[in-house]
């Protein structure tokens, strides 16, 4: 039965995103109404649960294709509004620019679109769609940035031929059918060779900004991706498909660990950690249907709340300290954070990062070669020595961010508190988010 | 008077259909990726544009064919006013000379008349060995055998054309004009060839929706290029 409550989830986030760009002036006022937006559309999807809920069978038709909103699909944008909830508090206290509220609820829309459109195909032009909303936030007023978003966005562009390529069948004569799924899966990962966006846009990219685009908007993109190759499990089972996507891991992952290694400037390092996670990323790709998932949301969970915690563990440089006891405590508790959120972007033990890291680390291994998880380990042991004589060392020159400004000191040591006892417990207990990602998506 | 349909003009223009379209449509294709100077550049993607059109009816509803060319002109007039605004490509007047080391913007040298920069002989060089491939593809035709038809054996050179012209352009510069301007033409290869694979209403209008977002993010960044604040003040 067609309820149409789809375009709700399509349209809902459009409409927030225009009344926050009229807000926009306040940027308190403008997070109130994008959390409570973003409540509001969650409350919806909570009552929409299939079969029972307020608006069963969610299907609508438009231009003659469909649109489906399956268990699937709602559970993952149920996680996704929960990550922007968090997102937006973090926002309060680390400001990054005026339009980034407007265009965290806007790229909402073409994410669900191209998770919910019918065939697959079309999904691709949604995502192009997504990445030009989110292009304006790379961009952030800064020159130097806008030849790394242009390349982000031009990749994302260039995406959308392998994977409608790949959708269709079209081409995919036995010696080359792991190509276009192949070419789909580095574009969208930025995975080498196309990782040549990722340094430099994480150089002029605030760590909110950074948990926005590859953090919540990746949620979307991979799940999408996951889709996609499980529509063609003979191209991903190719022996061609998966040494490509080792090796091209494994190369993401030490080009993020020689950057760290190089890195003069805290923003470096982090660009380096942030390239060497995603070079871990292609490795879920391998595992079929829930077993991908079920390591690639675990993953970007970890990823979301390292870059958090980074975001909240910087700002120290250039700002007065807050005279307050809440302020003195920020003040110490900011390095603390922005060593635990690299050590977890690197995936180390005991923390966020590990529940995904040691499945990347198998799936790698289970190839015939020993040099892609070979060389994997030897990234993460160069950025972890990078991070110990760079951020612990004092060798690097500190990330100076917008201040959260004052009468705020309270609430800021109260996020710092919240992220890390949520990261503590997350590493303490890596089945927990496997687990809870299981439970919540109905795969366990 | 009655205006004439989609189906009049086809037959007044029926003298361009097929080669002379896609002759046409190279040499467009060609000159948007080498030209320098942008005023050549939009008009040469116009045309592209026009007679693409051409060779979307031998593969699409003719309807659909003159959606796309028309989404085609919007394409052009959104690169247009950019292109006008960032001064045609020139370098902004005024500019000390470290301001201009500082945008990147790259130093021109002197060849016989006109003066070029390494990116412009770079792009010139590709797009020529290009051409040459495409021309040799005319004498063996057969590379999309398994989806576009033989018949319209014309259609092959534009597609293969198209593609690679448009991946010239976008792998020799990083500026977002011109690369925004290889991706399109990329597209519009793309988009000749996917007809032939899903010719429904919902995918033309997404083909023809992502060149408009191509334009629009192509526009935005174009022009934060260009005299940007957080440099030069």
Known sequence: ?444 | MDAPTIFDLLDRLAFLRGAPSVVLLLAAAFVAVVAWDLRLVIAAVFVHYLLAGFLFVDVLDPRLAFVYTLAGLFVTAILLVTAWQVNWGRRPSGLAADEASRLGLADTRPLGPFSVTQPGLLRLGFATAVFGAVLWLTRAPGLFASTVPIEPAYLEPAIAGLLALGLVGLVTSAEPLPSGVGLLLFLSGFGLFYGFLDQSLAMTVALVAAQLIVALVVAYLAQARYLPVDVLD
């Open chain 1, 1 to 444: 039965m067609e309820t149409g409550f789809p375009f709700v989830i399509l349209i809902g986030p459009v409409i927030a995103a225009i009344a926050t760009l009229f807000t926009r002036r306040w940027r308190r006022v403008t997070i109130v109404v994008g959390l409570a937006f973003v409540g509001l559309l969650a409350l919806l999807l909570a009552l929409a649960a299939p079969g029972t809920g307020l608006f069963p069978d969610n299907i609508a038709a438009v231009l003659g294709r469909e649109i489906v909103m399956t268990a699937f699909v709602r559970s993952l944008l149920l996680l996704v509004y929960a990550a922007l909830g968090v997102w937006f508090l973090v926002v309060w206290v680390r400001p990054a620019g005026r339009v980034l509220a407007p265009t965290a609820l806007a790229v909402l829309a073409p994410l669900a679109a191209a998770l919910m459109a019918s065939p697959a195909g079309l999904g691709s032009v949604f995502l192009v769609t997504a990445a030009a909303v989110v292009v304006p936030a790379l961009h952030g007023g800064k020159f130097d940035a806008v030849v790394p978003a242009w390349r982000y966005f031009l990749l994302i562009g260039l995406a959308s031929a392998p994977i409608l390529l790949t959708t269709s069948g079209a081409l995919a004569t036995p010696a080359v059918i792991w190509l276009f799924p192949l070419l789909a899966t580095l574009l969208l990962l930025g995975s080498f060779p196309f990782h040549i966006w990722v340094n430099g846009l994480n150089r002029y990219l605030s760590p909110v900004v950074a948990a926005l685009v590859l953090g919540v908007v990746q949620f979307a993109v991979v799940a999408f991706l996951l889709g996609l190759l499980d529509s063609v499990p003979a191209a991903r089972a190719t022996v061609e498909f998966q040494t490509a996507a080792r090796w091209s891991a494994a190369l993401t992952a030490l080009v993020g660990a020689f950057q760290m290694a190089r890195a003069t400037e805290q923003r470096g390092l982090v660009a380096g950690a942030v390239l060497l996670d995603m070079g871990f990323l292609p490795l879920v790709t391998l595992s079929p249907g829930t077993d991908g998932l079920l390591i690639a949301l675990p993953a970007l969970i970890g990823r979301f709340l390292s870059l958090l915690l980074i975001a909240l563990g910087t700002g120290g440089a250039g700002v007065e300290p807050n005279p307050t006891r809440a302020g003195r405590m920020a003040t110490r508790l900011r390095p603390a954070l922005l060593v635990y959120g690299c050590l977890s972007l690197l995936g180390l033990p005991l923390t966020p990062g590990f529940a995904a890291r040691w499945a990347q680390l198998s799936a790698a291994g289970q190839g015939g070669s020993v040099w892609p998880p070979l060389l994997l380990v030897i990234a993460l042991a160069i950025g972890t020595a990078a991070v110990a004589s760079k951020i612990v060392g004092g060798r690097a020159a500190r990330l100076a961010v917008e201040p959260a400004g004052s009468g705020i000191a309270g609430f800021e040591t109260g996020m710092m508190i919240f992220l890390a006892v949520l990261a503590g417990l997350l590493g303490l207990f890596p089945d927990l988010l496997t687990g809870m990602v299981a439970r919540m998506l109905g795969l366990g």
